[in-house]
């Protein structure tokens, strides 16, 4: 799945606007303001919440009594008993679902592929692989019938981008699949301001802290966000003093290398650039694209000259080998090959922009390493996150979190 076909282009349609409420009320509308959250760079601390819609607080097990969540633009969703069963869109939520320990439950996906799936191999006993599991999404779109034949307790995406990959699919479509089949509850949080999205957005782990009240796993969600607070704070600490901060260009790998046009990139807000933002990085587009990205050539690059390139989708869209292939395109190129980054080898592979918090976790180290190797280490690929002694945060304390040994 290419990401400049499917959100960086103008959308097919507008975003669905849910109206009245429909079965006990699943479908309520949300017209909330959509900057009504922060639009900053911290997550709120952990063990606190910036949500401000009724939601479900206390702890439920499977056979207890109903209880509701409460998220934009669904509104309020009640669950008669833990949902077991499981469908999500992509490796946002999809990594959400696995962090709190529900793999054995996933149905299906819209996208199995494009997974930066080496990352799970470095936790310690944690298996993930979608082979026997289902994609949605088609050379004809999505089948709506799947869903009935998965037979998912809850559908953990956003209607409204849903609505986006596939134009035949409409309102009553959702509400047919919320009220037959499962719930529906999930926030497209990749990008802020994006003109479809009318409503409330929230951050990585207020996403996370309401699927984590889906499958009622408060402390899991608690132990993996200290791991992350620990993470940030340690690196934090360390960070060099601005002036010695290189300046990085982010690019997309989805650009076509042979002839010199590239997706460039300014760090947005929203999901898909938190560890970036995490980590104070000096975005060198950020003055000079207005919007969310620019289709540039390599002289435009060369003008602004960044110390490093970063290519989105490094680590989710290509195998290592062909990543050095696309890199060797542009260090033979005649005007490529003058750029700061070729020459001094600053060319490096990034993080898929649907993250979830275990996918962040090590997109987060990698791109410390990679901007500041003098204070954390170089950066020398996926194979090195093996090495214990190179690790910013503790791999086995993570996988005996997913696996409920804590």
Known sequence: MSDETTEDGPTRRAYLKYGAALGGG??????????????GTEEPPAGTSTETEATATKTTTAG???????MAPMGEVTFDAVPERWVAYFSTYGDMAIALGQLDGLAGLVFTENWPLAFYEQLPGVDVAFGDVTQLMGES??????FYEMDADVHLLDPNFIGLLDDDWEQADFEEISTGVGPIVGNSIRRRNEDWHGYRYYSL???FEKVAQVFQQRERYEALRAVHDDLLSDVRSDLPPEEDR???GLLSINSNFEDGAFYAYPVHG????????????RGAFDDVIQGSYAEWDYEQILEVDPDA????????HVATEEFERRMDAMREDPVG?????VRNDRLYRGGTSYQGPLINLFQTEAAAKQFYPETFGEWDGLETLADEADRLFDYQRVADIIDGDF
């Open 246 to 248: 290189p300046t990085v």
């Open 309 to 316: 390139l970063l290519f989105q989708y490094g680590f989710s």
């Open 205 to 207: 782990y207020e996403a």
């Open 337 to 341: 090959r003058r750029l700061s980054a």
């Open 270 to 281: 929203g999901n898909g650039h938190k560890q970036y933002r995490d980590l104070r990085m």
């Open 141 to 146: 779109g999505i089948d709506k019938e799947v």
């Open 64 to 70: 207890s009594e109903p209880y509701t969540v409460s």
């Open 26 to 39: 699943l479908f309520a509308g949300c017209t909330a303001d959509p900057t009504s959250d922060s639009a």
